[in-house]
């Protein structure tokens, strides 16, 4: 028994040592945003008046509802497009030899580590008047006048999805890595196809990976200003820009900071209804 | 069923994953080749395919003192985030990776949070407090405020990596003498490095390319490069920028081969 702390004693460190790291968060995440709840509990922009008014002029606006409704919208129709996709490639990876997965990691990656700016102005690029798509079904004939893909919804769900592919790709990666193909040739044997193993079996098993892909696809794409803001332009409005409008522009800051703690709150909100559901699967996917 | 229905059922669905797994792969890749390639051309606008190739907006990019200004500051607060990332978070990561108490569980949330939490929120949120307590914008907040978002980076790598390290190994040293603090340095410190190294480099390419945090807490005079591009491409679609994309672009592919050498960048990313 006298062996026992000693040993815990060696292989573990202080709990001080967190506490540089726990003071800074305390100054500089904590208070400012105890500081922005306080702000937005005030009915005037001098912050003097205690109010709900800041909250009750957003849940009463159907504009600035809309503008929530669209945001929480976008996310889930990008969360969706980059599941459909990014688990073939995940599949796929289980699939190749070594040379093929680093490959496939690499195309995965560098999206990833590549400046937003970049990836965004890209799909400017793509969707203009004169991008790839129009020049293309312009010169086979399929249309006449170029198509407006720019600033529209499926622009900024496209864009976005290519945006944020890696995040879903890689938590799927790691998942489908951890099933034990055996079950994959059992389900088979058995007399179950090929359809129905991956939806019985393959499917369930990778929900954990599927969550927490969801989870960070979605928080995500809910708030990339740039991409939004650049492909989707000036007519379609999502919460980053009106924030920023509010607090920026028209210096609005306790409405301003109202809006950032009811997006907050619904990051928070589907946050842990992944975090619950991914919660329920892990006894069910056992990873 | 037949032998040869199942492998007709089997071929369309091997079929089915790996024609969209190939169709996702290309939507991944295509934008940065489109740029790189749209960064060549010999004309004034963004047309694909270019009417010819030349490096003329490179040398353009070359004389482009405004956006060479606001690179310059985004290196300059990426360093100086990562080292302050590196120093706390490292720390950090070394008393909560094998501690199973309630107050390490909390802490860890904590520190990781600014992942999920929208930056943009956080950003205001900054600026109210740093007006608040009388601290102009300069390149100090900024630093703060990327800080606090890229430190998650560091703690996750390093958690993991120590997550890994054999814990007989440190008995061992111990038992044959050795200090805490000798062994720390000569065994636990050259074991974590490449995941430490990987969490900096994460940490660093996410500060260098951070708009929200930065579209509060910056001036005129401390101009950062992400923000400089896109009030660049709000106002008019300008070729520059292209080549300015095809040099980060670059950039990049370059650092990621360099850091999967170094630390198996993809490895520490799928594990």
Request: net charge positive; hydrophobic share 55%.
């Amino acid at each position: 028994m006298g062996a026992a702390p000693a040993s815990r004693d060696v292989t573990s460190y202080g709990m001080g040592l967190a506490a540089p790291l726990a003071l800074f968060f305390l100054l500089f995440f904590v208070a400012p945003l105890l500081q922005l709840l306080w702000l937005s509990l005030h009915n005037d922009t001098a912050g003097l008046h205690w109010g709900l008014g800041q909250y009750l002029h957003f849940l009463t606006d159907p504009f600035s509802l809309g503008v929530l409704g669209s945001t929480l919208l976008l996310g889930a129709e990008v969360t969706a497009v980059c599941l459909v996709l990014g688990f073939p490639i995940a599949w796929l990876y289980q699939r190749v030899g070594p040379k093929l997965q680093t490959i496939i990691i690499m195309v995965v990656l560098l999206p990833l580590l590549t400046s937003v700016v970049v990836r965004t102005f890209a799909w400017i690029v793509i969707l203009g008047r004169q991008g790839i798509i129009n020049a293309t079904l312009q010169s086979l004939g399929i249309i006449d006048t170029p198509l407006k893909l720019l600033y529209t919804q499926f622009g900024v769900v496209i864009a976005l999805a290519q945006v944020q592919m890696p995040l879903m790709t890689l938590p799927l990666i790691t998942v489908l890595g951890r099933i034990d193909p055996n079950l994959d040739d059992a389900s088979c044997s058995l007399g179950a196809g090929s359809w129905r193993t991956f939806f019985r079996i393959v499917l369930p098993l990778s929900l954990p990976g599927v969550i927490a892909g969801c989870t960070l696809t979605y928080a995500a794409a809910i708030t990339a200003f740039i991409t939004q803001s650049l492909v989707g332009g000036g007519q379609m409005l999502f919460m980053p820009m009106y924030l920023y409008q509010q607090a920026s522009t028209l210096q609005n800051w306790p409405f301003a900071a109202a809006i950032s703690i009811i997006f907050l709150l619904a990051v928070l909100a589907v946050v842990s209804v992944f975090t619950t559901l991914g919660r329920l699967s892990r006894g069910y996917g056992g990873a | 069923m037949s032998g040869r229905k199942r492998t007709l059922e089997a071929f369309s669905f091997e079929l089915v994953m790996i024609v969209v797994a190939i169709i996702a792969l290309i939507l991944i890749i295509a934008p940065s080749l489109v740029v790189l390639i749209v960064s060549f051309t010999s004309g004034f606008s963004l047309r694909f395919p270019p009417p010819g190739y030349s490096l003329r907006w490179y040398v353009e990019l070359w004389n482009a003192w405004q956006l060479h200004f606001a690179a310059k500051n985004s290196l300059f607060v990426a360093l100086w985030a990562t080292g302050l990332s590196v120093v706390l978070g490292v720390a950090a990561a070394l008393a909560i990776s094998r501690s199973r108490t309630l107050s390490a569980r909390l802490l860890d949330s904590l520190f990781m949070s600014p992942l999920v939490l929208p930056a943009l929120a956080f950003g205001l949120a900054a600026l109210m407090l740093f007006s608040l307590v009388g601290l102009p914008v300069s390149p100090l907040t900024l630093v703060i405020g990327h800080t606090v978002v890229c430190v998650p980076y560091v703690v996750r790598n390093t958690v993991a990596a120590l997550a890994q390290l054999e814990p007989t190994l440190l008995e061992s040293s111990a038992v044959l003498g050795a200090s805490r603090l000798y062994t720390f340095r000569r065994i636990v410190l050259p074991l974590i490095r490449p995941g430490i190294i990987a969490g900096a480099f994460i940490a660093f390419m996410s500060s260098f390319d951070n708009v929200p945090v930065s579209l509060f807490l910056r001036d005129a005079a401390t101009d950062m490069l992400p923000i400089r591009m896109w009030q660049d491409l709000e106002g008019k679609l300008d070729v520059t920028i292209a080549a300015l994309s095809g040099v980060l672009i670059i950039a990049t592919v370059a650092l990621v081969a360099m850091m999967e050498r170094v630390t198996g960048l993809s490895r520490r990313l799928t594990n």
